[in-house]
């Protein structure tokens, strides 16, 4: 009896398992013409005063609580741009981040508010120990680039920030 009600069972979470290992090395599986795909986050440019940079748009409230953690680095003139509709003030924290970063956050096109050289924060912080950031007023994106970025490329608060193309 216990092997009519244990084997298949055990069957089912081997396949379960090697179907999510699957997909998550590939990022699709295929069965005949049936695809699944893990969403990849949509890339784009944006100019900062006159400087463009590459961004991933986090547009959903999933990318945006996901953002940038885990990531081990980012090319120099790219980052993650976290889109607001309708304005916002969020709070943002270094959750799992591995790599510092500059919080640039952006109001009607424009700079508002510059956070610099945010550090990661040391292993084993409890949540509830972690800084937060946030902006003075309500914000229609946040762009996070690599700490030092806003200093090297001369961003500046009350620079014009292009985002027509998104």
């Known amino acids: 009896m216990i092997k009519q009600v244990l084997f298949p069972i055990l069957g089912v979470m081997a396949f379960i398992v090697f179907v999510g290992l699957f997909v998550q090395k590939s990022g699709t599986i295929n069965f005949s013409g049936f695809t699944i795909a893990t969403p990849t986050p949509k890339a784009t440019v944006i100019t900062v005063n006159t400087k463009e940079v590459q961004v991933t748009l ?34 943002f924290w270094m959750k799992d981040m591995l790599i510092p970063l500059d919080m640039i956050w952006i109001s009607g096109n424009k700079v508002i508010k510059i956070n610099k050289d945010i550090p990661i924060p040391q292993p084993g912080t409890p949540d509830n120990k972690l800084s937060t950031y946030s902006p003075n007023q309500p914000i229609d994106f946040v762009l996070e680039v690599n700490a030092g970025f806003s200093d090297k490329n001369n961003i500046k608060v009350g620079d014009s920030v292009n985002t027509s193309s998104i």
């Open 58 to 91: 986090a547009t959903t409230k999933e990318a945006r609580i996901k953002g940038l953690s885990g990531v081990a680095s980012l090319d120099p003139n790219s980052g993650m741009l976290f889109v607001f509709s309708p304005k916002a003030s969020p709070i």
